[in-house]
T-cell receptor
Framework: DTEVTQTPKHLVMGMTNKKSLKCEQH?????MYWYKQKAKKPPELMFV???????INESVPSRFSPECPNSSLLNLHLHALQPEDSALYLC??????????????FGPGTRLTVL | GEDVEQSLFLSVREGDSSVINCTYT??????LYWYKQEPGAGLQLLTY?????DMKQDQRLTVLLNKKDKHLSLRIADTQTGDSAIYFC??????????FGKGNQVVVIP
């Protein structure tokens, strides 16, 4: 089983709203990732959690706040977003980023529209 | 880091072979990946190859690696309409970051 699940599938929010994206995996992976993908572009890395600790923040604006409550769950809290933040948000997980053979598996994404 | 390069668009007839190309940059040993993304979906891992290998075959998929030129290709045999998608190559870099190519859109004509 190499399944990463994400909810919701679609989300429309106003610029003053607070919402959260959720990601879950039950593969025993110890690294989880958030990516942002604009149309017809490759994914861009936002955050990496390794063993439930934030290990990489790619200078993401503070209106995006990640949280890793446990090794299976990853959240992305959204507040005061801008229309240009509209994108597909992808979650990924991998077994252990320290392994040479480590491979990232992606979820289906959440399509976010900010009005 | 330097870019991972891909050509952008390929049109192929159903039943023919498709070849998608990618140029990577890292000179050290690393893993190289092919991901498939169908419209509105996430990235599906298709296959991967270690940079010291020449070739890997997995059913209809063949990955070829030219280490001298740092050129990676993905051949899809007997292309089906379900193969219509964007294909991303990716190179594993430090801290397990993935450097993605710009993606290659494959359109299969019935």
């Amino acid at each position: 089983d190499t399944e990463v699940t994400q909810t919701p599938k679609h989300l429309v929010m106003g610029m003053t709203n607070k919402k959260s994206l959720k990601c879950e995996q039950h593969m025993g992976h110890r690294a989880m990732y958030w990516y942002k993908q604009k149309a017809k572009k490759p994914p861009e890395l936002m955050f990496v959690y390794s063993y439930e600790k934030l290990s990489i923040n790619e200078s993401v604006p503070s209106r995006f706040s990640p949280e890793c409550p446990n090794s299976s769950l990853l959240n992305l809290h959204l507040h005061a977003l801008q229309p240009e933040d509209s994108a597909l948000y992808l979650c990924a997980s991998s077994q252990d980023p320290g392994l040479v053979t480590d491979t990232q598996y992606f979820g289906p994404g959440t399509r976010l529209t900010v009005l | 880091g330097e870019d991972v390069e891909q050509s952008l668009f390929l049109s192929v007839r159903e039943g023919d072979s498709s070849v998608i190309n990618c140029t990577y940059t890292d000179s050290s040993s690393t893993y190289l990946y092919w991901y498939k993304q169908e419209p509105g979906a996430g990235l599906q891992l298709l296959t991967y190859i270690f940079s010291n290998m020449d070739m890997k075959q997995d059913q209809r998929l063949t990955v070829l690696l030219n280490k001298k030129d740092k050129h990676l290709s993905l051949r899809i045999a007997d292309t089906q309409t379900g193969d219509s998608a964007i294909y991303f190559c990716a190179e594993r870099r430090g801290n397990n970051r993935l450097a993605f190519g710009k993606g290659n859109q494959v359109v299969v004509i019935p």
